[in-house]
């Protein structure tokens, strides 16, 4: 099993598909959307449930967890390493 990987980055051609047209990051840009739609989501649910009555709510979901997990889905190729950037020599 792989690790966790927290630094994307984009590498781009001049190839027709690959985005080269755009001004911002393809991946802050579908971050920003996904998180944006959870937020619109939960405040969505939250505003339901505001309106719904609350002895009825607590006798049947008393204790109940709901958890949200944004996800991003791509056909774009990933590309991965195991290399420990921690340990470059910045002045190198």
Excluded: C
Excluded at 26 to 55: C, M, P
């Amino acid at each position: 099993m792989r690790g966790i990987y927290h630094l994307g980055l984009e590498l781009k051609t001049n190839e027709k598909g690959d985005g080269g047209w755009q001004s911002s990051s393809a991946i802050n840009t579908a971050v920003t959307q996904v998180l944006r739609g959870s937020s619109g989501l939960i405040d969505h649910f939250h505003n339901k449930i505001r309106q719904i009555d609350h002895a009825s709510f607590k006798t049947n979901f008393a204790n109940k967890a709901v958890t949200f997990v944004p996800a991003i889905f791509t056909t774009a190729q990933i590309w991965i390493t195991d290399a420990d950037i921690g340990s470059t020599d910045l002045n190198s």
